[in-house]
């Protein structure tokens, strides 16, 4: 992998991840851009404890262009994009407008091919290789700003998910504090440490899943599983079997089988709701532990987390969504449609031959 950054024509970083060493990145952005100014601010809620970001700036952002006005294609003669060069293989930049900006974290755009038509489950195994390195290698960078508690990476894929731009892409976010859900996580896993002496949830989840019917996909290094409590139709979870608390820690050997665990795990969801359906939404978030202190998590370390990844879709049968409605919404309380132990079956059933 080659990585080459650069900067674009409003002082936003942009970097390229190219399969090859001997590629040439020289290309100016040639756009007339005023610099970035962004509106970002964090307010905490006293009765819920949680963060949100007000980011007024974000109503004038990009809405469904159309395809030969996509800002994340590659630029080509007069037409200008967010990419200078007229070819990538992966690509990530800070987004023009971010939830998150300065004090308040960091928002990137990470775009996986320059081919406007494809998905994820397009790419080849070495494609999606390069996307986890760009996934570890912004992990690593972002963790170091003084701003950031925990970086979040993401795709969220197709309009019902509230996609506005169709060219394949994810973003990451670099949060400055830790989020609600991970909090919960945490709190979990200090409560069942001191419950039982010092046993690590994950491993005892990971144990239990392993052994049930929920089993989707297992390989030598990696098990996606349907958990037993699953909020979503369909919803699955992808855990390294040797746990590590954040992309920075999988081996060689987990390196290497990812994308061909991944890439199946997308192609079967396409698949899920039959011959002739519309490609499946979908969201693919990474959980990685927080870079920050976790002192209020009393007894827990860093460690102690382990990386997951997280790929569910709202899409519930044919033509009909899963809608977060009065409970899911106003007391946070799932009500899912479809057993895990029928979406599991379902995930096996559609598997690449």
Not at 151 to 173: D, K, M, S
Request: glycine fraction near 6%.
């Amino acid at each position: 992998m080659k990585k080459t950054s650069t900067r674009l024509a409003d002082g936003r970083e942009l970097i390229y991840y190219d399969q090859r060493d001997d590629s040439v990145r020289d290309a100016v952005d040639r756009r007339p851009l005023d610099p970035t100014v962004t509106t970002s601010e964090v307010r905490r809620d006293p009765l819920l404890g949680d963060s949100i970001a007000v980011a007024s700036h974000r109503q004038g952002r990009t809405y469904h262009p159309p395809a030969d006005e996509c800002p994340l294609c590659p630029s080509q003669g007069d037409r200008l994009s967010e990419i200078p060069d007229s070819s990538y293989d992966a690509v990530v930049f800070e987004n023009r407008f971010p939830s998150l900006a300065g004090d308040s974290g960091r928002c990137e755009v990470v775009c996986f091919t320059s081919d406007h038509n494809a998905s994820f489950a397009d790419l080849t195994e070495e494609q999606a290789r390069l996307v986890l390195e760009a996934w570890t290698d912004r992990t690593s960078e972002l963790s170091h700003l003084p701003s950031v508690e925990q970086v979040f990476c993401f795709e969220n894929r197709g309009a019902e998910i509230g996609v506005t731009l169709g060219h394949p892409h994810g973003q990451i976010y670099a949060y400055p504090f830790t989020t609600p859900r991970t909090a919960l996580m945490l709190r979990s896993v200090a409560a069942h440490k001191e419950a039982t002496g010092g046993e690590n949830l994950f491993d005892a989840v990971l144990e239990r899943e392993l052994a049930d019917e929920r089993v989707v996909l297992e390989g030598e290094h990696w098990v996606a599983f349907v958990p037993y409590a699953a909020h979503w139709p369909y919803e699955v979870h992808l855990y390294p079997k040797r746990r590590v608390p954040d992309l920075l820690g999988l081996d060689e050997e987990a390196r290497t089988e990812f994308p061909k665990v991944y890439l199946e795990l997308l192609r079967r969801f396409d698949r899920i709701f039959g011959e002739g359906e519309p490609p499946t939404p979908y969201i693919s978030a990474w959980h990685q532990a927080p870079f920050g202190a976790l002192e209020e998590f009393e007894g827990v370390n860093r460690d102690d987390f382990a990386l997951h990844l997280e790929l569910f879709t709202i899409r519930r049968t044919s033509g009909k969504l899963k809608f977060l409605a009065g409970s899911e919404s106003g007391m946070n309380v799932f009500i899912n449609d479809v057993p895990p132990e029928f979406a599991a079956q379902r995930l096996r059933e559609v598997a690449s031959s």
